[in-house]
């Protein structure tokens, strides 16, 4: 596939069992989309004759467009989905394929005409945003049996609604949510808007409007995953080493915090990641 991207597996948790259930590949999007949008996927899974799979993700703060085929059953969906806040759980089976777009912070406001934070926690379909255009795409999608070909469909069908001129405040959102991304030990909202130049209430409003949730989320939730992706590299980790270098006060808030997130503590969420397939951890 052109333009295809390295394959990552940060945020999908219980990556080794994962990557036996579903192939995921990301490409970049056009320049003229990249201002947008962060890379376009595709999602096949054959499960034929095995049981179902629940996968459960610790989400970014990004909006995404998808377009699920279940081949078994002939049904399909086409949705947005806006930003997660908590637990992140899907479930396949049979075989099937998703083609999606996964856009960057304050990437999607132009598309949405409306502050970002209207959707978060909803998934309402893409026809509710665009309109019978945005049926009509979902149709082709459906209709077209090759990933490049709908991964074509759903680009062009993007630039063609993309506005002339970027949005100062969104690429500004995008680069505050990369600088907390690269920033695992920032904690507080407060130090980020006084670093930045800006009051926190107008960062609030900033997030609100163009990521969809506020900083305070933001910063949380990629401390959470830098903590599940030590955690997935390794066992022997010090913990109380990493709870500090991620900004805690104490280990037992890190581990209160990472076990609300992933659903184990971290030593345990460690000790799977490892263990043989037959073995639990």
Not at 128 to 143: M, Q, T, Y
Not at 179 to 184: D, G, H, K, Q, Y
Not at 191 to 198: F, K, Q, V
């Amino acid at each position: 596939m052109a333009r295809t991207l390295p394959g990552t597996s940060r945020g999908v948790l219980d990556a080794r069992t994962a990557r036996d259930r579903f192939h995921v590949t990301r490409i970049a999007p056009s320049p003229e989309l990249a201002r947008f949008v962060e890379y376009l996927w595709v999602l096949t899974w054959d499960l034929r004759g095995r049981p179902p799979h629940r996968q459960r993700v610790l989400t970014r703060p990004s909006v995404h467009m998808t377009f699920t085929s279940y081949l078994t059953t002939g049904a399909t969906r086409a949705r947005i989905v806006g930003v997660v806040r908590d637990e992140f759980v899907e479930e396949i089976a049979g075989e099937g394929r998703v083609v999606g777009a996964a856009f960057r912070p304050g990437g999607f406001r132009p598309f949405l005409g409306a502050p970002v934070s209207a959707i978060t926690g909803r998934t309402p379909a893409v026809a509710e945003v665009f309109g019978p255009a945005g049926r009509r795409l979902g149709g082709e999608i459906f209709g077209t049996p090759d990933a490049d070909g709908a991964v074509a469909r759903l680009e062009a069908f993007l630039l063609g609604r993309c506005p002339p001129a970027p949005d100062p405040r969104a690429l500004r959102a995008a680069e505050i949510v990369e600088r907390i991304a690269a920033s695992p030990a920032l904690t507080r909202v407060d130090d980020l808007a006084a670093d930045l130049g800006i009051g926190p209430r107008g960062l609030q409003r900033l997030f609100q409007e163009y990521v969809g949730v506020g900083p305070k989320w933001v910063i949380r939730r990629h401390r959470m995953l830098e903590a599940a992706e030590r955690a997935a590299a390794g066992t022997e980790i010090g913990w109380a080493a990493l709870a500090a270098e991620l900004g805690y006060a104490d280990q037992a808030h890190f581990t209160r915090d990472f076990t609300a997130s992933v659903g184990t503590s971290p030593a345990r969420y460690a000790r799977r990641q490892h263990a043989p397939p037959d073995r639990p951890a």
